[in-house]
């Protein structure tokens, strides 16, 4: 079988697999098998366990579309992390996610002191007054 798995960015994974695990905190846990049957299913917040002869990697989906048809699984995600257990790929996510987070603030907090400056400026100048 065969998974890929893209985001936004672009594709993240894209590897021979054994098996393959989906879970997902609305619809569940299941399997997938070679020549299982076709299966279109969501992920709101959840993780895929993907394993290789003895090689196991996670990778944490948050919001995505996951298709199995003729062997192969795709996985459309608007966020996915991997990691080399469930712990580590949610790491990396939490990571992301606070340093995001930190960034927005940052820039938030800059136009907001553009935005007084230039209120400033404004007002000096006397612009806008009749």
Do not use: C, W
Not at 50 to 62: A, C, F, G, N, P
């Amino acid at each position: 079988m065969k998974i890929i798995v893209v985001t936004p960015e672009g594709e993240l994974y894209n590897e021979e697999v054994t098996s393959v695990v989906v879970a997902s905190e609305s619809n569940g846990e299941y399997g997938i098998l070679s020549g299982h049957l076709p299966i279109v299913s969501t992920i709101d917040t959840g993780y895929i366990k993907m394993t290789y002869d003895q090689l196991t990697y996670y990778v944490v989906i948050v919001n995505g579309l996951v298709q199995n048809q003729h062997d192969i699984i795709t996985v459309i995600a608007q966020d996915a992390y991997i990691g080399e257990s469930k712990e580590s790929a949610f790491e990396n996510l939490f990571k992301i996610r606070k340093a995001r987070i930190d960034s927005n603030k940052q820039r938030n907090l800059e136009l907001a002191m553009a935005e007084n400056e230039l209120k400033k400026q404004i007002k000096q100048t006397g612009a806008g007054k009749l």
